[in-house]
């Protein structure tokens, strides 16, 4: 448990955190090899909103709910934002997809043939209206773009293209809008991808102008990479838009976020923590991009905020004077031990006290099992398609 005084002078900002969920967390998903079906999936946009609007009501984490098109079409998006409202939550983030149409074979905004890039680019202005509709205020953009063999295409010209097409996408913005740019090493194009890594984003960001960012999904770095000195750049170069959060084991793996290396997601909220990343009017956003594969998804999304909120908890603890001390003497094991310190504390009792004195369940997850609601689930939502990752 915390030292008595420490936990009171840090829940100002733990209040303060959100965390987005994707709508697509709660749809089916599984790998090339099976996708499992679970009782009570959502069939339909308004159902997957309304399982998040759950984990919002049990952990008062999780007030948005981010989009992908087409996967979340639906016809009235107006009605759809009074829906999620009614239910106590926003509509967030809208995540374009040009990545599972039979014209983006050879890629999306990059693509050599002008009226596929017309076509892709007609696509992310659609996002825009969504938005207007919605409120959102983010386009997210991920690209399947790539390569898969050496040859195959012209880096340059492609990387070329893919700033044209920014630029036309950035220039239909509203003033509150912002553009944020994901980059993914590798998957599903296993030579090269046009937005490989954070470098690139910052690159093609940074020539559209201030509202414009980059996306760190954590799970699109090669095995070993310091993702924490990459939140840091960001932090310090102005331009960390979002995190879509998970963890991985081995490659895109999409699993909660805090599972596989809690350790990691500890030094990634102290870096952001240190860069002002959590201060008031911070531009950095907070989203899980999870799939729930075989655990029960309701219940995995409410493991995945609360495990970001723990290490965001522990990341606040770090008693940072101690640390800057030990930093300018070159108490190489004393600063280390400062940062060990923080993260070793458990920060469950104090968090669950302080969610009972906020009026929510002080164990969510066991609330959330004692409610029946899943059974609930089970029972209401039979007939109709499953939605799966995809639909
Ligand atoms: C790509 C990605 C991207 C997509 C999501 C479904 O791997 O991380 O954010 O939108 O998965
Ligand atoms: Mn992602
Ligand atoms: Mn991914």
């Keep these: ?157 492609r990387q070329d293209r893919l700033a044209e097409s920014l630029a036309e996408i950035y220039d239909r913005l509203d003033e509150h809008q912002r553009l944020v740019l994901e980059y993914k090493f590798f998957e599903p194009a296993f030579y090269h991808t046009d937005v490989p890594d954070w470098g690139t984003s910052y690159a093609q960001v940074s020539a559209l102008g201030d509202r414009a960012f980059t996306c760190l999904d954590t799970g699109h770095h090669a095995p070993g990479t310091n993702i924490e000195f990459i939140v840091m750049q960001l932090l310090r170069l102005g331009k960390l838009g979002s995190f879509d959060f998970n963890s991985r084991f081995y490659a895109d793996d999409d699993l909660i976020v805090g599972a596989a290396d809690p350790f990691q997601l500890f030094r990634i909220m102290h870096e952001v923590v240190a860069g002002g990343g959590l201060d008031e009017g911070s531009p950095v956003r907070f989203m899980l991009d999870q799939c729930h594969n075989v655990e029960e998804k309701i219940p995995g999304q409410i493991r995945s905020v609360l495990n970001v909120q723990e290490m965001t908890a522990r990341a606040l603890l770090v008693d940072r004077a101690a640390l800057e001390k030990a930093q300018s003497e070159h108490d190489v094991l004393g600063a280390n031990a400062v940062l060990m310190d923080a993260f070793q504390t458990d920060v469950r009792p104090d968090l669950a006290q302080w969610r009972a004195s906020r009026g929510l369940p002080a164990e969510p997850l066991r609330a959330y099992a004692e409610s029946g609601h899943q059974q609930y689930l089970a029972e209401q939502r039979v007939g109709g398609a499953q939605a799966g990752w995809g639909a």
């Design 1 to 157: 448990m915390t030292a008595p005084g420490r936990f009171g002078e840090i829940t100002e900002t733990l209040a303060r955190q959100s965390i987005e969920l994707p709508s697509w967390a709660f749809g089916n998903s599984g790998t090339r090899f099976k996708v499992f079906g679970t009782p009570g999936t959502p069939r339909t946009p308004h159902e997957k909103i309304a399982d998040a609007a759950k984990v919002h009501e049990l952990t008062g984490l999780a007030p948005t709910v981010a989009l992908h098109i087409p996967w979340d079409h639906v016809e009235d998006f107006t009605a759809l934002k009074a829906y999620a409202e009614e239910l106590g939550v926003q509509l967030g983030t809208v995540n374009s997809n040009t990545f599972q149409d039979e014209d983006y074979k050879f890629g999306s905004l990059t693509h050599s043939d002008p009226a596929v890039r017309r076509k892709a680019v007609d696509h992310h202005f659609r996002c825009l209206d969504i938005m207007r509709a919605t409120g959102s205020t983010d386009l997210k953009i991920w690209l399947a773009d790539g390569t898969n063999y050496p040859g195959q295409g012209s880096l340059r010209a």
